[in-house]
């Protein structure tokens, strides 16, 4: 929220502001108060969120293996990108992970938060069970959802065997099991989306629903010409927020899956966990960082680009 | 009548309440003079044998001991942390695999000098092959607590139901009998053998067929050559024709132990560092010596250390260091270790203390003395993180039958070269540190 520390444009003269020289902005009473409030949060994100990614960048440039003296590198930590074949399937699978992922948490989103809308009784009951998911932990859900993906005695080929379909051997399958993961993720996300739709929906004046039956449309014609544009600040922040997040995924597929089969489900951060972590080639795992970030800051701001032709903004 | 607070009053209130809190969390910390340890713990009974270890190292050495017990997923990343942060406990403990790997960074000192100025240490009194796992480069970075060769369990109710004779205690079984026994053991819901479809576990059978993951030199990865190839189609074959194990439901979470646990596996590859978890088995269970391939019973042999950090300082500290480090590892200390049941002690000494059940156990230090079987020392690189992982990546797909034996080693060999190139690159890079 902004704080307007301007003085009101018609307000009277006072006897000290003739002599005295103006008070810096900063210094302003409800400035310090609105930095103070700030404060927090500003060191948290100077911290952990801006220091770190210089460091990244100046690790990029070192050989460091954790324990020793960095020596220098150069770039020579991007040159390894290159030909390295784990980078570029895991930079694939996160692709993958996204494309598909994104799409199908915000059509589940939004459209669960479509029913809410619909008037229903103890919409609150279904709202708060249908967030469940997203407040709860990941590693907890991934084991659950482990369980569920069991090949023979599975709940998911449990039900498929129902309808007479044999069930892959989802997480250890070449083909199933990054789909296993989107859709244990999907369920996992979908509840953030539903409730920011849904106070978005609430929140579109009903006299254009009134006004648009008044002229005949349809239902169709109203949620296309409505509902989505005035819902669209809302679904451009939750495409934002959910591709930054699906670009991040980590723990459900170190549970899950542990990258495998073969390297099928290792996603980017997880790599760079292993690379740093794990092979203690810090610098390299710095340099993946920043490919990672560089991939993520262009995809946002490609996205800014775009908002601004097809979000549409009550002023 | 309480006095009534403003709002500017209660936030700051809260403000140095908030500061007061931050401050003594950052100031929190042992004791100056304590012994300091760090150890993986994952279970109530695992910290109960620590505390123990903990009691007894306040009783020997007259000062505080403060053991920082970390999970042991979590324990290399929380150590590596502390190592590089300078806030390491004086000893910490390191899984035999890793030693090379920290050793090579210079994350922990040699102990040779501290070894050779002390005449009541008693380096005879561990395993050779405890010291061999606690070795890098020709220098002595730890001792050992536990050491043992991987054993075969047997469920000994099973194959007395099924009126098959038990084996042998002390002569391994040739690998073509332990395969028709497992074929002959499965059935109804029954399977003949379970293991990790893991490098860990094939490892031993590949030791066993006189192969190894790499050459003498450890320049150049082996698994392409005739002996680790039989090896590896050996299990695989045990997997995916004869389909004697317990179907695998995921890779991540495969347990050997819970699947020997449920009752309805003959045999389970494993170590005796399992014997007290199978303690809860409700059948009966013994330990014999593992399968003999072409190259006799040599299955793999693992252990774990003390080491001490390169960051503890010369002088009070590190004699501190020192003495806590004897003590950890000393008879007494092991004798509580062995007696818990959580593994083979390192220590000739204490290997008294690990004792029935099951009947056969002490088949483990007869093998580790060379009275019968054999075993074969963990071979690792300076890299073998890296090596594990790239072997966890393309191995399992072999016993779930997705790849074959030849085409997933033949993939694996060249990137496995690569590591073991950079292996050479870390030892060259230790060799000239060291001076």
Redesign the interface.
Known sequence: MAVDTAPPAAAAPTTNTTNSKPTPRWRNRESLTAWLFILPSLIGFLSFTAGPVIAAGVISLLDW????APTWAGLRNFARLGPDPTFWSALGNTAYFTLVSVPLTILVSLALALLLNQGLKRVAVFRSLLLLPYATITVAVAFVW?WL????DGLVNAVLGWFGISGP?W??S?TWAMPALIAMSVWKSFGFGMVVFLAGLQAIPQQLYEAARVDGTSTWQSFRNITLPMLSPALFFVIVTSIIGSFQVFDQAL?????????RT?TLVMYIY?TG????DQGYAAAQSLVLFGFIVLITAAQFTMQRKLVHYDN | MPAKLSRRSFLELTGLAGLGAAVTGCSTGPPSGAATWAMWSSSAAEKKVWEDFSQYVEQQLGVKSVPTLTPSSGY??KL?LQ??SGTASLVTAINGTLIP??AA???HRPLDDLIAADPDFDLDDFYPTSRRLSSFNGKTYGIGFDVAPTVMYYNKTLLQKQGIPLPSRTEPMPWATFRDLAKQLTGDGQYGFTCAPAIDDLVSWIYCAGGNVMNDAADRSTLGEPQALEAIQFVIDLFVQDKVTP???????ESSLSNFIQGNVAFMQNGPWQVVNVRKAKFDWDVIPFPAGAAGSTPRVSGSSFAIP?GVREGAELDLAWKLLKTLTSTGALDIYAKAGRNNPARLSAGSAFKAPPDNLGIVQEILAGKIAGGHAFDVTT?W??VK?LL???L??TF?G?VSVTDAIAGLTPRLDILMRQHQDTVRQATA?KG
């Open positions: 293996n954790l324990f020793s482990i993906y069991i090949p023979h051997q997480l250890i070449d549970i899950m899956t542990n990258g495998g089969p073969g390297t290792t292993r972590f794990e092979n203690y | 290399p990343t590596d190592l590089v790997t920290y960074r210079g994350a179907p695998i439901k995921n890779l991540v979470t390169s890299n993180n890296q992982q966890g990546q393309d399992p797909r779930l997705q540190r």
